[in-house]
C-alpha cells in the first residue's frame, strides 16, 4: 500500500482534493507567491525559484501528503505535511501548512484540504499536528488574525508564543505554535507509515 492508494481523489462540492503533481508547481507557486511578497504569513522575503519550490514538493513526498484543491485544471490551494523536527522520537508529530488562492478564502476550501490532509495522517499512525503562524497583537495590512481562528475552529489549541520572532517589512512579527492531538498517545505506537 502507498500513499497514492490512500487517497482517491474526493469529490467535494465542484472541486477535486488530490495529490500534488511535479507539474502542479508552477501553480502552486503563484498561489504562495503573493503570500511571500506582500504577507507576513510567511518569513520568507522573496518566494522561491520554480526549481527550488519543485525540490520542495519532491522532499515532501518523499514520506508525507501534499495536497491540491482542483477545479477545471485549475489549483485553488494546496496543504501537506512535513517533518517537525529530525530526531526519530518526533517521528509521530508533523508541522502542517496551508495556503489558499487569494480569490478563494472563506470558500471552505481550506477546511475541506486540512480534513483530506488529516485522514491520510492518521492512517499514517501520526500523533500530534503542529502549525506555525506569524502573529501580531495587532493586525496590520501584512497581517490578520484570521490563521488562528482557523485553525482553532478545526481543533487546534496554542500552545506556545515566541516574541518579536521575525522581521520583515520593517517590523518585528511573533509567532505562535498551535497543536492538535490526533492519537491516543499509548505505550509502543504503530510505526508511521511511509510512503
Known amino acids: ?9 474526493a469529490y467535494m462540492n465542484d ?13 502552486l507557486l503563484s498561489i504562495y507567491t503573493p503570500y511571500a511578497r506582500d ?25 508525507y501528503p501534499y495536497l491540491v484543491a482542483e477545479k477545471n ?4 490551494g494546496f496543504s501537506y505535511a512535513g517533518p517537525f523536527k529530525a530526531r526519530p522520537a518526533y517521528d509521530w508529530a508533523v508541522e502542517t501548512t496551508i495556503y489558499i ?10 477546511r475541506k484540504l486540512y480534513e ?7 492512517r499514517q499512525n501520526i500523533q500530534n499536528l503542529y ?13 490578520t488574525h484570521d490563521s488562528i481562528h482557523f485553525h482553532k475552529r478545526l481543533g487546534y489549541q496554542l500552545i506556545g508564543e515566541f516574541h518579536q520572532y521575525g522581521y520583515k517589512f520593517d517590523r518585528w512579527y511573533d509567532m505562535v505554535w498551535m497543536e492538535k492531538h490526533l492519537g491516543k498517545h499509548e505505550v509502543d505506537p504503530p510505526p508511521v507509515f511511509i510512503r
Do not use: N
Open 15 to 27: 472541486f477535486i482534493i488530490r495529490t500534488a503533481a511535479l507539474q502542479d508547481a508552477p501553480q
Open 39 to 63: 504577507t507576513a504569513i510567511t518569513f520568507e522575503y522573496e518566494a522561491p525559484s520554480l526549481e527550488e519550490f519543485e525540490s520542495r514538493i519532491l522532499c515532501i513526498l518523499e514520506k
Open 101 to 110: 488562492r487569494q480569490d478563494q478564502k472563506l470558500s471552505g476550501l481550506g
Open 131 to 143: 502549525a506555525c503562524i506569524a502573529y501580531s497583537k495587532t493586525e496590520d495590512e501584512h497581517l
Open 1 to 9: 500500500m502507498t500513499l497514492l492508494s490512500l487517497l482517491e481523489a
Open 116 to 122: 483530506a490532509l488529516e485522514s491520510i495522517l492518521i
Open 73 to 76: 485544471g485549475e489549483i485553488l
